[in-house]
């Protein structure tokens, strides 16, 4: 995962709470605990359904769009939405992609659970390094994943160069940063949620700093594709728009977010922000998140697409 909504260190995603494909395990794998970590991820990614299930629509209807006879779901996560791709093109086979065998796993009972396991598999791969180990296929579907490859435009070129004839990447960059509180929530000072956003857009900076090769790029998506040889085929953005009083399936993944911002900006904010961070983290405040009624969740996820003609 923009300017950089979304972006944050469990994402695709990672994005805040809703987003389901949270790809900081392409980096720290081996220092997370999936026992822990896939359920909040499959959760995250379950509220966002609907928007995924509305950009696969799209994709489906586009005119002259070729028969979907394979599709490579980049950075899969728990594979709620490499099911949910399988369920939006029937006839395709659709492959789970991850660097994270215990999420590959997921993927696994996910589909057998839902029928679909004559049509999902998986594939261990490290991206970008055994892109051209995949095979071919008719979507590309690259959520939150690309902004974890240090050289966009190379990593871009190989998925292009994975796509048959008539095929698409579905690249899901930018959108918005999630808003899950009002502006003034009667303690501390007004604007906690900017203040995040900011010390996120600095994570975010340190990390793709950080990747192997990395090289910093224009985040025009439509002129990317047109360097990397793909014919750029509009952009849509997709509301996620939860009202307060949020029911707990949705109230559970926000909680968990703003623990982890708190975890992991603890360095970076001042002293009064963690202290209200603590008093919304805490279940027996009347003022935490678990029990406030004006907790809600409105996002927006943007998609890209290329063809390949």
Request: aromatic content about 4%; glycine content about 8%.
């Amino acid at each position: 995962m923009d300017s950089h909504a979304g972006h944050g260190p469990h994402h695709d995603a990672a994005r805040g709470p809703h987003d389901r494909a949270a790809h900081r395990h392409h980096h720290d794998s081996a220092d997370l605990d999936w026992d822990v970590m896939a359920p909040v991820l499959e959760k995250n990614a379950e509220l966002s359904s609907a928007q995924y299930r509305e950009a696969a629509q799209w994709i489906a209807s586009l005119p002259n769009a070729p028969r979907v006879r394979r599709v490579l779901d980049i950075g899969s996560g728990p594979g709620v939405v490499t099911c949910l791709l399988a369920e939006m093109f029937p006839e395709a086979e659709v492959v789970a992609v991850d660097g994270t065998p215990a999420l590959l796993e997921r993927t696994r009972a996910r589909a057998e659970r839902l029928g679909l396991g004559d049509r999902v598999r998986t594939l261990h791969a490290e991206l970008p390094d055994e892109l051209a180990t995949l095979g071919a296929a008719d979507i590309v579907w690259a959520g939150n994943a690309l902004h974890h490859m240090g050289d966009q435009r190379a990593a871009l070129a190989g998925f292009a160069g994975l796509l048959r004839p008539g095929g698409t990447v579905a690249l899901v960059e930018g959108g918005l940063q999630p808003r899950q509180l009002p502006r003034d929530i009667g303690m501390g000072r007004p604007g906690l949620e900017a203040r995040l956003d900011a010390v996120t857009a600095d994570w975010f900076e340190g990390m793709r700093a950080a990747l192997p090769e990395a090289k910093r790029e224009i985040e025009d998506w439509s002129a990317l594709f047109a360097a990397v040889g793909l014919s750029p085929q509009g952009t849509r953005s997709f509301l996620l728009d939860l009202p307060a009083p949020l029911p707990d399936r949705a109230r559970d993944p926000v909680i968990a977010e703003f623990a982890r911002r708190r975890e992991t900006y603890v360095d970076a904010l001042e002293d009064d922000d963690l202290a209200v961070l603590d008093r919304l983290l805490d279940p027996d405040d009347p003022a935490g998140l678990r029990r406030r009624p004006d907790v809600f969740l409105l996002t927006v996820r943007t998609v890209h697409l290329g063809r390949h003609t």
